[in-house]
Structures are given as structure tokens and as C-alpha cells.
């Protein structure tokens, strides 16, 4: 009963997103209100449901139902406890966004056809998530490519986006082609499209290696693990700040669950995939940080981020696999929860994040860190919000992603000590190392983020749209921030959510018995931050009853260690705060420094001195790579002149082709 | 609740008591070393006592989070001192990996304490926040390292239970590969040279000092209470790794415990005296260093797994 009710729900869904995205065609400014009105309220609706069902009825079994009977194919869907754990953050952050987007626009207008579009992403992503046969999979996958390369590039009219849209485009149809390959290997070796011939099918050890290879790099273009990572800090900028939300909350997961129900096809696993896993995890969470290091863009700096969470999420997925096929249940059952709940809880505070990034824009109308300063006092609960997005994206207590973090490093912890296997030992060792220095320069980078763009005093005048953000602005963005420190408080709740797609995963059933212990450091974890809160109630209380014997407390400057001017340009910015640590790995993150220096002995002009951090996968590996390519594919232009008499006689020559190969064959 | 408050409240309770004396230790052998007599053995607790009795000045450029650091930096502080046991009777609230608990407490208030600097708009204090974040970041991996080799040897995912069995670290090996990273980390975490100088008196040079240079009155108080926890926490930590199998359990503890502790501060006065602070550059590879050594003891509890 209760599935039915979903599927109906999802039904629905799909039904007046299709129509409500139609009026812009026929009314203009009214539906750029009640679209996305609309939208937030149905996919709230849809958020509510999905997360009381699932509390109702903890062990969806899964449904499957007949689509559409196409003659080659036919539109199957189901849903179950996967497909649940990216519905409900899809949901939560579309309604954010929704109810974000109105008032951005506002002051950023992008195209006519923008909420046709974004609808257009949701309910592609829905569908990617429900689809349970390749082709709707892949036409599902397409569509969503195709709706969010127009959002990134009706955003605006500046040259860089339309190249971020390019190249986003580009990356889409690598994965696609290789999603395709991948879908038609295993279409030849099963004989069907249906996901649920694919769950039930037993394949060699050769062909779950090649299955296994071809949907890391196909999904990997998406899910954006480096090197494949090239789109993601190009477009996510570029995009309004409410389609960021979207495509960096959870688009980007998309490529996460494509690899996972690939993967959930060939338990058992492979140990080396694990290790794979782990180094890509590792490269693509190093990577991601440190570019994010030497970013003065805000946005740019969360996209980057975006690259080292995905990073993170690999390395427990490949923790996961090289203790499953290790047969350490423990491990496998830490490192997978953790990796879930970590897509949860990225998808919340990354979103999150991202509209902050709007509402500064919104505000100041710049999202240069060096340029910001002291926005915690002009638009103070926007800022509060952000420092949620900040502490729980740097992984501390009481915000979700502690707890993501916590439950991988336990699985590394326990795999590290508690193992018979020198492998997975290793494996652990490594991917706690990585996750641990990951951590240490997250809080490096988000403190110089933060501190340089909120605090302090501010750096320049600002010509913004308004001086403190709207009301709806603010709604947007407290949905996902309380979420996310309510489940980084009582993660107990949304354990079963993480724990259910374990097994579907695993392809077996987890036994309660090993459930136990997650559900325990859960809840030893919420009990002890509990007593560091009350430590500091306590604290402050005291301290307040110190005080309250004194006079109030004096206001003076900041002590300037003897200057008498100091100056608000004379702070420390964001990338004078990260410089250290730029510079300590310079030979991996290459920064570019400028210096323009006069050459007179009296300096007329100030010199000027910059550090760049470019993505140098793009500017020395792409660049001049396709550069030759260009020049070798120039040849072979005469083939493609635009002729259509032509294009016909390369028909003939392939029909013909095909025909002496069928006689031949024969 | 009696037996809640006597076994999970007793480490913090000693940590409170007796945290200040390590750097009155501290300052006790540097005095002796330079050949002066020095300041009193309590001098810490009576600078906290008289700080806690000041008025508190507030920059105009700060924010509540100025206000409040202080106060969740000393909360994080303490309560990372619950998971350690410091005597037998003393039960630590232990449970699989509490020691991510404990780091990410510790890095909750690191988080505030740049935070906190930030917020006052000085470049001095910018400088130092900006120090102090990388230099732990790389000393996160390595204080991992330390604690899981302290818990490899003792079979525990736990690393409370793992201070609290009997017999720590059993091979002299293990225990110097466990111990001496850990001191460098000690030294590192807790602001000392050769990674910080404490009693520097230029503020472009300093790391922690410089950060609090806006605290005040009980603000100023509680962090530097808070310091001396912290260093409280790390100096307990090698004292259980080196303290012998047979005072375990038995009254012997209450004498050899505090005085390792006491030999570990004065060994700690004696690094400063006899050393000076490293360049700035080099502490990253200082601290690398000690990340290699935790890195080979581990190898070396890898190897007894190996069939050869």
C-alpha cells in the first residue's frame, strides 16, 4: 500500500512538473512566480512522504512495474531502499532551491525558459533514480545532461560561461558514450535491458572487471572524481546559485548511485576495485582541497570541495569493497553506512552552502573572498547559516558531516587494528591518512573562507542588489542547514535509511546482529556531544556570573601592536591565510604567481602581486592535448563539408557495406 | 548519578585541578636552566585566578563569535579529557573509535580559536590563525598515526580502553615508536618550541600567543585555562603509554603516574631550553618526520602478520 502510494506520488509528480514547467511559454511574468512556488511545494510534499513512509515501513522490498511497452524496450520503474536514499535529499534540496531561486533571479535574470528547465532536471533526476531498465536509465541520463547544460548556459552572457557549458557538455557525452558501451556489454552478455534480469545475472570474473571499469569512468564524468573532475569547478560558478545547489548537491551524486547500482549487480567484489577506489577517492580528495585552497572565489572554492567530498565518498566505497571481498563484515558495514550517510549529508550542506554563496552575491554583488569582509554583521543569520554549512563541512561535532566521517574512519580505524588481513590493514592505514589530512586542510581552507569573507571588517564598498537577503532567501537555506545539524546530533534516526541500501548493495540481507554496533557509536557519539554541550552552557553560564559582578564590558579597536593606522585592507585575506600550505605543496597544485614591480628606484605606481590557483588539469593537460588533436582532425574535414549529396552517398557506402557483410557472413 | 559523577567525572576533574601545574613546571626548569629562580610553582593558577577577576575589553570589529570561542574552546578542551583514564578507579567513557570523537573535539576548537582571531581584523592575528591551521592539518595525520599505534598494540578500537588495559605497549620498540612521535605531536599542538615559542615578544613570529593577543579578563582566562588542559591531555597520554605494566592497577599509580607526567613537563622545559625555534618553513617537515616514525611502527605491527 504504502509503495503504491509512492510510486502514485512520484507519478503525480512527473505529471505537474511537465505541466507547471509549460506556462513560461504562454505567460511570462506570472509563472516565473508560480513555477517555482509550485515546484517547492510538490517536491516538499514529496520530501514529507517519502520520509514518513520510510519511517512507517523501514524495509521497502522494492517494487517493480511495467512501463510503457516500447518495441525494443519498455519504460520499467521500481523503487526501493537505494533509489529512497537520493530521493529524499533530491527532494529537500529542490525545494530549497525552488524557493530560493525567485528572489536571485530577481537581480541575476538568466533565460525565459529557466524553471521549464530546471523542472525539466528534477524530474530527469527522478527518473534516473526510479528507471529500472537501461534505456529509460540512459534517456533519463541525457535529459538531465541536456537540462542542466542549458541552465549553465542561459544563466548569462558572459564568454566563460558558455565555455563552462562546453565543456560540461563535452564530459556529459564521454560518460554517455561510455554508459552506453558499458549498458550494450552488458545487454550482449545478459540478453536483456531490464535491471532486474542484470541483479539476477552471474558474471565471470572478466566481465564484472570490464562492467566494473567502463561505470567508474562513465559515472565518474558525472560524479566528477578526478581526472574527470574538469567540468565541475568550470560550470557549478557559473551556474545561478540556486541550479549550483542542485547540480553540486546532487547531480553530481547521480554519478555516485550510477556506480553503485552497477556495483550492486556484481557483488561479490573484487579486492583491487576496493584499492582502485581508494586511490581515486584519495587523489580526487587531496586534489579537491588543495584547489580549493588557492580559490578566491567562492563558488569556485565549494565546487572544488564538491570534488574532495566525492573524493571521500570513493575512498569508504572502496573501503567497503576491499574489506567485503576481504570478508570483514565490520568494516564493510561502517565504511558503506558512512559512505551513505555521507551522500545525505553532502548533498545538505553543500546546497546549503551554495545558496549562501547566492545571498553574498545577492548582497554585495561579488563573490571575490578578498573583496568581502565582516558580512556578519550586515546580514547576520545568512552568515550564521554559513558557518553551519562551514563547521559541517569541515567535518566537526554536532553537524552531519562529522558523523559521515565518523563512521568511515571507524571503518578505517577497525580495518586498520582489528583485521586478519595485512590488505585491507594497509588499505585502512591509507585511507585514514588521507581522510585525516583531507580533514586538517578542509579547516584550513573553509576557516580562510569564512574568516576573510564574514569576519573581520569589511574590505571594499559593495554594489549589491540589497543590503541584507529576503525572507525567502533565508527559508531556503535553514531547511537544509537544520537538517543537517539535526542529523549530525540524532543521527540514530536516519540510520536505517543507510543501512538499507547496505544490503541491496551486498546483495544479501545485513543480519540485525551487525547493525549493533553502528546504531551504538550513534548513540555513545550523540551522548557525548551532549555533555560537551552542556560543558558549555555550563561554561558560559559561569562566565556570565563572573561578568554580571563587573561592569559591562568595555569596547576599544582592535589592538594594532603599536600602528597607528592600521587599515581594514591590511587583513589578512583569504589567500595570504592559505598561502602556507600553497606553497608547501606547490609542486602538486602549481599556483601561478604574478609580480608587476617597477623598475624605477622610486616607485611611481604600487606593484602588485598575485597567486593563482588554476586547474591545471585544464590549462597544461587538456588545452595542448586538444590542441593537437585539432590539428590532426583538421585533415580529415573534407570529409564533413556540408554536402548532403554527400552525406546520402555515405549512407549508400554503409548500407552497401552492410549488405556484403551479411552475404559474406553467410 | 553518584557513580556517573565519580567514574566519568574524575578525569575531568583532575585535568581542571591539576592542568595548570604542567606549565608552572614548565617554567619552573626553564627558570633553572637559565639560572634564575622563577616564578612560583602556582603561578599559573594564580594568573588564572587574576585574570577571571579582570573586566573584559571587546574589539569593535568583532562579531559573537569573538564572545563565545572562549567559551566552546574550553568546553571541546575538556571534554576530550573524559575519554582518558587517569587512574584505574577513574572509568573513561569508552566505545569503538572515540578517538575521532576526541581529535574532531580538538578540532572543533581549533575551528573557533582561528575563527576567533580572524574576527579581530588584525593582521598579526590573521597571520597566526593562518600558521596555526596549516601546521595541524598536518599534524592531524600524524596524531592518527600515533593513537592508532598505541591501539594496535593493545587489539582495541577504542583508545580509552586501550590506555586503560593493563599493560599498554609491552615492547620497548613499540613503546619508543608509540611515544616519541607523540611527543613531537605534543609539542606541536600545545604551542611549544621548536614549533612555537610561548615567551617570544614579537608578534610576527608567534603562533598561539598571537591569537589571543584581543582575549581579555575571563576570556583570556579561559583559553589559556584551556591551553593548559590541552597540554594536561597530551602529557597523560604518554605518561599511560610509559608507565610499566606492574603500577597498573595496583597503589603504585598514584605515585608513578603524576611523577611521569612531572618528568614528562620537565623533559618538556628542557626541550626549550636547550633548543630554538625552528623556521617557520620547516615545521611542516618537522612534523612529517614524526609522522614517518608512527608510519614505521605501525609497518612494524604489519609485519607480525605476514606469513613469510
Not at chain 1, 7 to 27: Q, W
Not at chain 1, 396 to 406: D, Q, Y
Not at chain 1, 546 to 566: E, L
Not at chain 2, 186 to 205: G, M, S
Amino acid at each position: 500500500m504504502n509503495l503504491l502510494t509512492i510510486v502514485l506520488l512520484y507519478g503525480s509528480l512527473l505529471l505537474f512538473f511537465g505541466t507547471a514547467s509549460l506556462i513560461p511559454i504562454f505567460r511570462k511574468g506570472l509563472s516565473a512566480r508560480i513555477c517555482p512556488l509550485s515546484i517547492s511545494i510538490i517536491s516538499l510534499l514529496a520530501a514529507g512522504t517519502t520520509i514518513t513512509l520510510s519511517f512507517l515501513q523501514p524495509c521497502i522490498p522494492g517494487l517493480h512495474f511495467e512501463g510503457w511497452q516500447l518495441p525494443f524496450t519498455n519504460f520499467s520503474a521500481g523503487i526501493d531502499q537505494l533509489s529512497t536514499l537520493f530521493l529524499i535529499p533530491l527532494m529537500l534540496v529542490t525545494f530549497s532551491s525552488a524557493l530560493f531561486g525567485p528572489s536571485y533571479l530577481a537581480a541575476h535574470p538568466a533565460g525565459r525558459m529557466h524553471w521549464f528547465f530546471f523542472s525539466l532536471l528534477v524530474v530527469a533526476m527522478t527518473a534516473v533514480l526510479l528507471a529500472k531498465n537501461a534505456f529509460f536509465f540512459i534517456i533519463s541520463w541525457e535529459t538531465m545532461s541536456l537540462a542542466a547544460y542549458v541552465l549553465i548556459v542561459t544563466a548569462n552572457r558572459e564568454s566563460a560561461t558558455i565555455k563552462a557549458g562546453w565543456i560540461f557538455m563535452v564530459m556529459a557525452h564521454v560518460g554517455t558514450a561510455l554508459l552506453l558501451a558499458l549498458f550494450f556489454y552488458i545487454g550482449s552478455i545478459t540478453g536483456s535491458y531490464e535491471f532486474s534480469v542484470w541483479n539476477h545475472h552471474t558474471f565471470l570474473p572478466f566481465e564484472k572487471n570490464v562492467i566494473f571499469i567502463l561505470s567508474l569512468c562513465a559515472f565518474g564524468c558525472k560524479a566528477g572524481f578526478i581526472p574527470f573532475h574538469l567540468w565541475l569547478p568550470l560550470a557549478h560558478p557559473a551556474a545561478p546559485a540556486h541550479v549550483s545547489a542542485l547540480l553540486s548537491g546532487i547531480m553530481i551524486k547521480m554519478g555516485v548511485y550510477g556506480i553503485i547500482r552497477m556495483l550492486s549487480f556484481l557483488a561479490p567484489f573484487h579486492a583491487w576495485w576496493g584499492i582502485t577506489l581508494v586511490i581515486i577517492g584519495g587523489i580526487s580528495a587531496l586534489g579537491g582541497i588543495l584547489f580549493a585552497l588557492g580559490q578566491q572565489s567562492i563558488k569556485r572554492m565549494l565546487a572544488f570541495s564538491s570534488i574532495e567530498n566525492i573524493g571521500i565518498i570513493g575512498i569508504a566505497a572502496g573501503l567497503g569493497i576491499s574489506a567485503s571481498a576481504s570478508h570483514e563484515p565490520t568494516v564493510t558495514l561502517f565504511a558503506f553506512s558512512g559512505m551513505f550517510f555521507h551522500i545525505i549529508s553532502h548533498s545538505l550542506f553543500k546546497s546549503m552552502l551554495f545558496l549562501g554563496a547566492g545571498t553574498v552575491i545577492h548582497a554585495t554583488g561579488t563573490g571575490d573572498i578578498n573583496r568581502l569582509g565582516g558580512l556578519i554583521k550586515s546580514m547576520r543569520t545568512a552568515s550564521n547559516l554559513f558557518l553551519i554549512g562551514t563547521a559541517a563541512l569541515c567535518g566537526l561535532p554536532l553537524m552531519s558531516g562529522f558523523i559521515g566521517e565518523l563512521f568511515i574512519y571507524t571503518a578505517g580505524i577497525t580495518g586498520a587494528i582489528d583485521t586478519a588481513s595485512p590488505l585491507v590493514s594497509l588499505v585502512s592505514m591509507a585511507a585514514v591518512i588521507i581522510i585525516a589530512l583531507t580533514g586538517g586542510l578542509a579547516i584550513t581552507g573553509f576557516t580562510a573562507l569564512f574568516g576573510a569573507a564574514f569576519l573581520g571588517e569589511k574590505r571594499s564598498e559593495y554594489h549589491g542588489h540589497t543590503e541584507k537577503p529576503g525572507r525567502s532567501m533565508i527559508t531556503a537555506m535553514t531547511v537544509p542547514a537544520v537538517a543537517t545539524m539535526a542529523i549530525g546530533i540524532g543521527s540514530f534516526f536516519i540510520l536505517p535509511w543507510c543501512l538499507g541500501p547496505v544490503g541491496i548493495l551486498l546483495h544479501r540481507t545485513v543480519p540485525v546482529t551487525f547493525t549493533i554496533p553502528v546504531f551504538s557509536l550513534a548513540f555513545k557519539t550523540s551522548a557525548v556531544l551532549f555533555i560537551a554541550a552542556g560543558l558549555a552552557l555550563i561554561t558560559a553560564l559561569m562566565l556570565r556570573i563572573i561578568n554580571r559582578k563587573k561592569n559591562p564590558p568595555a569596547k576599544s579597536p582592535t589592538w594594532d601592536c603599536g600602528y597607528i593606522a592600521p587599515d581594514a585592507s591590511m587583513q589578512y585575506t583569504s589567500t595570504s591565510f592559505s598561502a602556507p600550505a600553497i606553497s608547501f605543496f606547490r609542486r602538486l597544485v602549481m599556483p601561478q604567481q604574478h609580480l608587476d614591480r617597477s623598475t624605477t628606484l622610486f616607485p611611481e605606481k604600487p606593484w602588485r602581486f598575485r597567486t593563482i590557483v588554476d586547474d591545471w588539469f585544464i590549462t597544461r593537460l587538456l588545452a595542448p592535448l586538444s590542441h593537437k588533436l585539432q590539428t590532426l582532425i583538421a585533415r580529415l574535414h573534407w570529409l564533413q563539408n556540408g554536402k548532403s549529396e554527400q552525406y546520402v552517398f555515405y549512407i549508400v557506402i554503409t548500407v552497401t557495406g552492410i549488405i556484403l557483410w551479411k552475404l559474406v557472413l553467410k | 548519578m553518584t557513580t556517573f559523577l565519580t567514574e566519568y567525572l574524575v578525569s575531568p576533574l583532575i585535568a581542571l585541578l591539576a592542568a595548570p601545574l604542567v606549565p608552572g613546571i614548565i617554567n619552573k626548569t626553564k627558570a633553572f636552566f637559565a639560572g634564575r629562580n622563577g616564578p612560583p610553582l602556582l603561578q599559573p593558577y594564580f594568573d588564572l585566578i587574576r585574570l577571571f577577576r579582570k573586566e573584559s575589553v571587546y574589539s569593535t570589529s568583532t562579531s559573537w563569535i569573538f564572545r563565545a570561542a572562549p567559551v566552546i574552546i574550553f568546553a571541546a578542551t575538556l571534554c576530550t579529557t573524559l575519554f582518558i583514564p587517569v587512574f584505574t578507579f577513574g572509568k573513561p567513557l569508552t566505545f569503538q573509535s572515540d578517538l575521532i570523537l576526541l581529535v574532531y573535539l580538538l578540532a572543533l576548537a581549533r575551528f573557533f580559536m582561528i575563527l576567533s582571531a580572524l574576527d579581530t581584523a588584525s593582521a598579526f592575528e590573521g597571520m597566526g590563525a593562518s600558521r596555526e591551521a596549516f601546521f595541524s592539518a598536518i599534524a592531524e595525520p600524524v596524531t592518527l598515526i600515533c593513537f592508532l599505534n598505541v591501539m594496535r598494540t593493545n587489539h582495541s578500537t577504542s583508545i580509552g580502553a586501550a590506555l586503560s588495559s593493563t599493560s599498554v605497549v609491552s615492547d620497548s620498540i613499540s613503546v619508543i615508536l608509540s611515544a616519541l612521535p607523540f611527543f613531537i605531536i605534543l609539542l606541536a599542538e600545545n604551542a611549544r618550541i621548536p614549533f612555537d615559542d610561548p615567551t617570544t615578544h614579537l608578534e610576527l613570529t608567534m603562533i598561539h600567543e598571537v591569537m589571543i593577543l584581543d582575549n581579555s579578563g575571563p576570556g583570556l582566562a579561559l583559553m589559556e585555562y584551556s591551553a593548559a588542559v590541552k597540554l594536561w591531555f597530551f602529557s597523560l597520554i604518554i605518561a599511560k603509554i610509559l608507565l610499566p605494566d606492574f603500577a597498573e592497577a595496583s597503589l603504585l599509580q598514584f605515585i608513578l603516574l603524576p611523577a611521569l607526567v612531572g618528568i614528562i613537563a620537565v623533559c618538556i622545559g628542557i626541550v626549550e631550553s636547550v633548543m630554538a625555534r625552528v623556521r617557520l618553513l620547516k615545521v611542516p617537515y618537522l612534523l612529517f618526520g614524526a609522522g614517518v616514525v608512527a608510519l614505521l611502527g605501525f609497518f612494524v605491527s604489519i609485519t607480525g602478520m605476514l606469513t613469510w
